[in-house]
């Protein structure tokens, strides 16, 4: 029986930690690019899209991931998807900031 | 535990103070190196490409920051206090938070609001995701969005709401309500004892977001 | 399109598997429910999610279930509901 890494009612699993996360500028940020990327009338893909896309990451990732890790791969996933960006263009935006990451 | 965890979801009600302890801290805490980078390539190009501006994210960041559960809390101090407002709040849910608050849900998802009673008592989730009332009140906290509380709480209600410090008496009904779809829920809470001759504005301090997804009650005054 | 089912309605949530998006979850297929509240029609996520329109709009419903259907055993006054897209459910006699 297939089920998706998200579909998680009933799956075992250990006790809720209920430490408060402050959120953090990436946080922030992510939140933001998600919520004018799907907008409802100024966007370009839907929050169903953005489910869809975090869903199809592998087990492992889901589970590594923080949740706007996710979220910023799966951003990523689609405006490639809907060519707002080309795998081209992320790859040397990319390379040029972890360039100047480790100049510094 | 709990009841530290109740202050501190209590605290989450100040505003007015320009140093806020509450906003965010720590660039990047948490968050990998990879992450950063992506969410700073995403943003860089997607503005150098006019996708959005820069100022466009500044102001989604500022509408969202802007919901919080306070506002919630005040819909339902409203909600205790005046019976005919109570009754609009339930039958067409976004049209009397937006006239009370001024808030515009327009292009939000649809909401309703469920009646906590000395019956019955809802809890509310989304297994599948993290589904949540964001446009009243605010980014659901870390443990919503947990793989345990997403997967628990369908399966032994009772024993999570324990871990909240929660405890419903076996014979009310708990209704564990999974936000599967384009519906987001609010709990109305119960409104306890000892507050009959509060104001407005003193049962707003009372009322916690915890409260208004389920997770806890709404303690009186005399704790 | 106009809903097939009404408040009170027996329904039985589809046991189905797709390997596409969906809004069902796993834990509620098979699984019989009575219908608490119709809420409308609306765009279908499985659609949506593909960048397709979601047309035709699919009615959708609150559905009640009793814990001991969905788990197996018994937990005093429990109750799950879920929303769940028509073309999910079908009459249950």
Redesign the interface.
């Known amino acids: 029986m297939t089920r998706g890494v998200h579909d998680l009612g009933g799956q075992p699993a250990g006790p809720v930690d209920l430490a408060e996360h402050e959120r953090t500028f990436f946080d922030q940020r992510v939140d933001a690019m998600m919520r004018l990327l799907a907008h409802p009338e100024q966007g370009h893909y839907t929050v169903d899209a953005m489910r869809r896309a975090i869903e199809s990451l592998p087990r492992d990732e889901y589970f590594a991931l923080g949740y706007y890790e996710r979220w910023v791969r799966a951003i990523r996933q689609l405006v490639v998807e809907k060519g707002l960006l080309t795998e081209d263009e992320l790859d040397r935006k990319l390379a040029a900031l972890r360039a100047e990451a480790h100049r510094a | 535990?709990?009841a530290d965890?109740h202050h501190?979801?209590h605290t989450h009600h100040d505003h007015g103070d320009a140093h806020d302890p509450?906003?965010?801290?720590?660039?990047?805490?948490?968050?990998?190196?990879e992450?950063?980078?992506?969410?700073?390539?995403?943003?860089?190009?997607?503005i150098e490409?006019n996708?959005?501006g820069a100022d466009?994210?500044?102001r989604?960041?500022e509408l969202?920051?802007s919901r919080t559960p306070e506002l919630g809390a005040r819909v339902v101090a409203r909600a205790w206090t005046d019976p005919q407002y109570k009754a609009r709040l339930l039958a067409e849910p976004k049209a009397a938070i937006e006239s009370l608050l001024g808030i515009d849900l327009n292009?939000t998802p649809?909401l309703?609001v469920v009646e906590n009673t000395a019956a019955r008592h809802h809890v509310i989730c989304c297994?599948?995701?993290?589904c949540y009332p964001r446009a009243v009140l605010g980014?659901p906290?870390?443990?919503y969005?947990?793989?345990?509380?997403?997967?628990?709480v369908?399966?032994?209600?009772?024993a999570?709401l324990g871990?909240?410090g929660t405890r419903v008496p076996?014979?009310?009904?708990?209704?564990?309500?999974?936000?599967?779809?384009?519906?987001r829920y609010i709990v109305l809470p119960l409104r306890p004892a000892g507050t009959e001759r509060m104001n407005e504005d003193e049962l707003v301090t009372l009322i916690t977001r915890d409260s208004m997804i389920g997770v806890s009650v709404v303690s009186g005054p005399s704790r | 399109m106009k809903p097939s089912f009404a408040p009170g309605d027996k329904v039985k949530v589809r046991a189905a598997e797709v390997s596409t998006h969906c809004r069902t979850p796993h834990y509620l297929r098979g699984k019989r429910g009575v219908v608490a509240r119709v809420f409308g029609a609306f765009p279908n996520p499985e659609e949506l999610a593909y960048h397709r329109l979601g047309i035709p709009y699919q009615p959708l419903y609150q559905i009640e279930f009793d814990f001991a259907e969905v788990w197996g055993r018994t937990e005093r006054a429990t109750v799950i509901t879920a929303d769940l897209f028509q073309h999910w459910l079908e009459r249950d006699r």
């Open positions: 535990m709990p965890h501190h979801d509450h906003a965010p801290v720590n660039e990047a805490h948490g968050v990998s190196e992450s950063a980078l992506l969410e700073r390539a995403l943003r860089e190009l997607l490409k996708v959005f466009d994210l500044r989604q960041i969202t920051e292009l649809e309703t297994t599948l995701c993290s980014i906290p870390a443990w969005k947990s793989p345990e509380y997403r997967a628990r369908v399966r032994e209600p009772r999570v871990e909240f076996d014979d009310v009904e708990i209704r564990v309500v999974d936000s599967t779809a384009d519906m």
